[in-house]
């Protein structure tokens, strides 16, 4: 038996679902002397689920382990199998884009360490750890169904492979993750904001380029090849604004040369704030602080009391004497779609425009500002 090679200092949760892959893991962590706790999930799919639970909890008693147990809904079949499909329609999203071919020993998901130090072992060698050293365990009847993929694929082709074989599939494996990493390295992630940027790459490159775009808003969300193609064709139209919904609450954003990917569409925001007097307002949607002085921002004592809300279609400012539509504004300012929906304005008592900040892509308030969008 190997050395798991972890931190004796740390306790560690397994994850652990009966099977002899976590149990001989669970006999691993414990011979060795790490710290750990386990934990299962009862789905109440299989009739024998809740006997392996049991037989969990059974045998962690006996080795003084401490174990979670995540008890789901009895017969959740509608739930669960909407649930099923949703992670496997991920899982071949994923294999669009993949940042690792394989499995990854060390990973982070959702801001968790994972660790897998089983990977090398074979599930032959994990099954006679276990029968080695009685531990108990048991095999899920669905992993003999080769009507599911994965199955189908383990027991059709991979059971099949010589250990030369399979030597050469592991180091293949290898070359695609180190071709890979070549790829991810290459990228500017610092420009995959910039249109520009993103049209002088090549397909592959874009393909990567765009999924880290993704998963800055959703860890496990990826872009199918359609996506793609639909994006690189806003990528390359002549509209300076473009905004649609890619799947799943994820938009598309295009404006001025720059893109995002937003979680859901952002709704139109009414906001209304009165000072009777020169004072501050710390909002959310703006932080304004005039204790001191506003005529930079064209409040007079007279002014008061103020209303800041947001635009309207139809509001104005005066420059040189003339009305300017501010929404006009906003088209020479080159202001994000979405920002115009939510950027303020201040009115003196009579309703009047007084001022509304400009706006700069590149603007950091200092210690000084008195008034900025946030």
């Not at 401490?66 to 789901?72: P, Q, S």
């Not at 276990?130 to 003999?144: E, G, I, R």
């Not at 380029?209 to 390359?236: C, D, F, M, T």
């Not at 604004?241 to 609450?249: M, R, V, Y």
């Amino acid at each position: 038996m190997k050395e798991l090679n972890l931190d004796k200092n740390k306790k560690y949760l397994l994850a652990c679902s009966f099977g002899p892959d976590s149990m001989a893991l669970f006999n691993m962590l414990k011979k060795q002397g790490y710290q750990f706790d386990a934990a299962i999930v009862n789905y109440h799919i299989r009739p024998e689920s809740t006997n392996e639970v049991n037989g969990l909890l059974e045998y962690a008693a006996k080795n003084n382990v401490k174990v979670f147990v995540k008890e789901c809904d009895k017969n959740p079949v509608g739930k669960t199998e909407a649930k099923c499909r949703e992670i496997y329609i991920i899982q071949k999203q994923r294999q669009n884009c993949p940042i690792y071919f394989g499995i990854q020993e060390k990973t982070m998901i959702k801001g968790m360490n994972v660790i897998r130090p089983l990977l090398s072992y074979s599930k032959k060698e994990l099954e006679g750890i276990c029968l080695k050293n009685n531990v108990p365990f048991a095999v899920d009847k669905t992993n003999f169904d080769t009507s599911i993929l994965r199955n189908k694929i383990r027991h059709e082709q991979i059971a099949k492979l010589t250990e030369k074989e399979r030597d050469n599939l592991l180091k293949e494996i290898d070359e695609k993750n180190a071709e890979l990493q070549c790829v991810l390295k290459s990228i500017d992630y610092g420009q995959i904001h910039s249109v520009k940027y993103l049209l002088s790459l090549d397909d592959l490159s874009l393909k990567y380029a765009l999924n880290h775009l993704v998963r800055e808003v959703r860890e496990n969300q990826y872009l199918s090849k359609e996506n793609v193609g639909e994006i690189l064709k806003a990528l390359k139209s002549s509209k300076p604004n473009i905004f649609f919904k890619i799947k799943h609450f994820l938009f598309f954003v295009k404006e001025y040369g720059f893109v995002d990917i937003v979680p859901e569409e952002l709704p139109l925001i009414e906001y209304s704030f009165i000072l009777d007097k020169p004072g501050l307002l710390d909002t959310p949607y703006f932080y304004l602080d005039f204790t001191k002085d506003s005529s930079n921002r064209n409040v007079q004592s007279f002014d008061y009391p103020i209303q800041i809300r947001n635009t309207k279609i139809d509001d104005y400012v005066l420059i040189n004497g003339y009305k300017v539509l501010v929404r006009r504004l906003f088209i020479d300012w080159k202001m994000p779609l979405r920002l115009r929906r939510r950027w303020p304005i201040i009115l003196n008592a009579n309703g009047d425009s007084l001022y509304v900040p400009r706006y700069q892509k590149s603007f950091v308030p200092t210690k000084e500002t008195n008034f900025y969008v946030k």
